[in-house]
């Protein structure tokens, strides 16, 4: 909707401030930025001296590569506990003695008491052997199979008072105890204990849980780890007051970075902490500038071009798309930023606004985005000189293809901006270097997503582009066939409406194209009723047998009709325009003045005579008023002279600007004189005097 002048400035100054308010929160949501480095990069500022006494951060690489050295250098600890083996000694002889006396007695008819008893005694004995050896000598420890998933090669004991260090494989688990033991009944020498109670031995093997010596411990191997990590020096070195850090134009070497970026977070620590109503303050003051100089810009010099509330919104939309987009890469990805389609941004604007307003806001989009870059000035100046590419090429917009050639000149900026850029580094370009240019390369094919974007931005703000007015201009399209066979007469006056109205326009710098479609469709109403108008009659005037009255209201319905001929084909509101605008609310004349002459003395009701408006509220609508007039009027001229066009010409357009036709729309006296110039030239053009073709003598 177009707004009153007031209305609009408020909410000019009401929206600019809420884009502030958002991107004033985004810059103090980023890291600060008190100087841009890169490794490997020349230093582009003046010689830099410390300014006090500091140590040296370690960058985070150093810190993570000490961490992991030290988790590996760590050994799983097992404690050395031998409390609980005089216990299981007694507990696993006595478990082994209840086995032995039940069988003892059932068999001692068939062997005899000695003999049992010296092969139990020599069982006992070896089992003891065992035990002595596993758990005095050698020790059972924890079945732990991986650490870290990798298998323990050596490990940690701890006695309780001291660390040693032993190898795993040197010690027995629970599992291989149980082997052992399983194995001594089997001895040959044992056969008839074998056969008596292998059975009991087996089971009870298989099922004793056998304490360890060695018991691993992961909570005291932890604190170990962190121990070790926290011991470990966050610094690098130290600097001294006054010492130079780095010389302009060096470049910046690994020492050096890590030295630059110490008192990069130092800077940043103690601007939080200390200074961060500063930091909004400053913020609010920088871009507080930059969007009152886009206000002053709207109101004062594109106030024709920015007129409605959705232009307010989409500009500012497109603007704070493009800094969110920026800020989400930059805070929640590795990305680089350099990955997004800043081309696509300008595209979008250039397809509804002039070259001079999408340069401008996509200008200042590109400074606030600028803030998140690593060198802000070489990023903008790429970014600046890619988005104005991209405008140049896709300034003519006849065909689709257009934007695929686009991409070819977007990625052929950046590849040469880039080169420079390089070389002015004292940097002959390597292979290595074409990792660079990806991003680049990424966000030139991002720009393929116009065409999907630009569909999305006319549903949504009901904004209409120069495709879809090339397609809606085709005379094949539906409608315009239509009424080419129903009103055939209107048709070609459309045609020829169409010519002279993209001519005058075009001059005018307005939208030719807009205007060409409009006036292809401004009397698609008549095809309703063909027959009651002029151009479509072939001989008899319906006219001759209505009322003044009902003619006049004849001739008007085609307007109503128009609209709904229109919405039911769901032309755009643009298009709508020129149908419900071309005739203002000027008045059926003929009929009215045959009225007024029929009826001597009587008052006329100049509504039933009137069109119901509204006037033109654009450029486009109001030269179409003109030509519709001038094109009606000029078949009734007696003598195409040059005089008598012009003084039509000046009649008719001094009549619409008296009856106030025009007062919804800015025209200069100067746009007027031109387009009076132009229309009188077509005029004279299309009624040029043509010669009389000589006839045959009869006695020839």
């Known amino acids: 909707m177009k707004l009153k002048n007031r209305t609009f400035k408020i909410l000019t100054v009401l929206t600019f401030f809420c884009l502030l308010t958002i991107i004033v929160f985004i810059i103090g949501e980023r890291t600060n930025k008190t100087f841009v480095f890169q490794k490997g990069v020349p230093w582009l500022y003046e010689d830099f001296y410390a300014e006090k006494d500091f140590a040296i951060l370690k960058t985070e690489e150093e810190l993570k590569a000490e961490q992991d050295s030290i988790i590996a250098d760590v050994f ?65 420890i924890d079945s732990i ?115 630059l970026n110490t008192m990069k977070k130092e800077s940043e620590s103690r601007f939080f902490k200390q200074n961060e109503t500063l930091m909004y303050l400053g913020a609010v003051i920088i871009f507080g500038v930059i969007f009152t100089i886009l206000i002053y810009y709207i109101m004062f010099f594109q106030k024709k071009k920015i007129k409605k509330l959705r232009d307010l919104i989409f500009v500012s939309v497109t603007m704070i798309s493009q800094v969110i987009s920026v800020f989400l890469v930059f805070k929640y990805t590795d990305l680089k930023i350099e990955i997004i389609p800043y081309a696509l941004f300008p595209l979008l604007l250039l397809s509804f606004y002039s070259f001079h307003v999408s340069f401008v806001f996509y200008l200042f989009s590109v400074i606030i985005s600028s803030f998140f870059a690593s060198n802000g000035f070489e990023f903008m100046l790429i970014q600046l000189i890619a988005g104005t590419v991209a405008m140049f090429s896709l300034k003519i917009r006849n065909r689709r293809s257009q934007i695929f050639k686009t991409v070819l000149f977007v990625i052929g900026t950046y590849f040469f901006l880039n080169l420079g850029f390089l070389l002015m580094k004292f940097e002959v370009p390597q292979a290595s270097d074409l990792k660079i240019f990806i991003p680049y390369l990424i966000s030139s094919f991002l720009i393929l997503l116009y065409f999907p974007f630009l569909f999305i931005v006319e549903k949504l703000f009901g904004f209409i582009s120069d495709y ?38 075009r001059e005018l710098k307005g939208n030719s194209l807009l205007a060409r479609t409009g006036a292809l469709y401004h009397d698609i109403g008549k095809m309703v009723h063909p027959e009651y108008y002029i151009e479509n009659q072939t001989g008899y005037n319906i006219h001759d047998d209505l009322d003044y009255e009902v003619s006049a209201q004849k001739i008007i319905s085609h307007v109503e009709d128009g609209v709904k001929l229109a919405k039911k084909h769901k032309l755009p509101e643009q298009i709508i325009d020129f149908i419900v605008m071309h005739h203002g609310t000027s008045m059926t004349k003929y009929f009215y003045n045959m009225w007024v002459n029929s009826n001597p003395g009587i008052a006329p009701v100049e509504s039933n005579f009137r069109y119901p408006g509204p006037k033109p509220n654009s450029l486009e609508t109001a030269v179409l008023m003109m030509a519709d007039g001038l094109e009606a009027a000029s078949r009734t001229l007696k003598e195409y002279s040059k005089e008598s066009i012009e003084n039509l010409v000046n009649n008719i357009i001094d009549n619409q600007i008296k009856s106030g036709q025009f007062d919804d729309v800015d025209l200069t006296f100067k746009e007027i004189s031109t387009a009076k110039k132009i229309f009188a030239d077509k005029i004279k053009s299309v009624f040029h005097g043509r010669i009389i073709y000589p006839e045959i003598e009869k006695n020839n």
């Open 76 to 140: 799983p600890v097992f404690v050395y506990d031998t409390s609980i083996i005089a216990n299981f000694r007694k507990k696993f002889t006595n478990e082994l003695d209840k086995i032995f006396l039940i069988n003892k007695t059932k068999d001692q008819e068939k062997h005899g008491i000695l003999k049992i008893s010296s092969e139990i005694f020599q069982y006992k004995k070896a089992v003891d052997s065992l035990l002595n050896d596993s758990y005095y000598n050698i020790g059972v």
């Open 145 to 259: 199979v991986l650490i870290g998933g990798k298998p323990i090669e050596k490990i940690t004991i701890y006695n309780g008072k001291y660390f040693t260090v032993a190898k795993y494989s040197d010690f027995l688990t629970q599992q291989i105890l149980r082997n052992n033991l399983l194995k001594i009944h089997k001895r040959p020498i044992f056969k008839t204990i074998d056969s008596l109670v292998s059975q009991d031995l087996n089971k009870i093997i298989q099922t004793y849980k056998f304490p360890v010596v060695y018991r691993y411990d992961d909570s005291l191997t932890n604190r170990i780890i962190r121990n070790k990590i926290n011991s470990i020096s966050p610094y690098y070195g130290m600097v001294k007051k006054g010492e130079l850090i780095i010389k302009h134009g060096s470049l910046v070497t690994d020492n050096e970075y890590r030295i």
């Open 468 to 505: 879809t007015l090339l397609e809606l201009s085709d005379t094949n399209n539906p409608l315009l066939r239509e009424l080419s066979e129903k009103a055939p007469g209107t048709f070609q006056h459309s045609v020829q409406l169409a010519n002279i109205v993209e001519l005058v326009v």
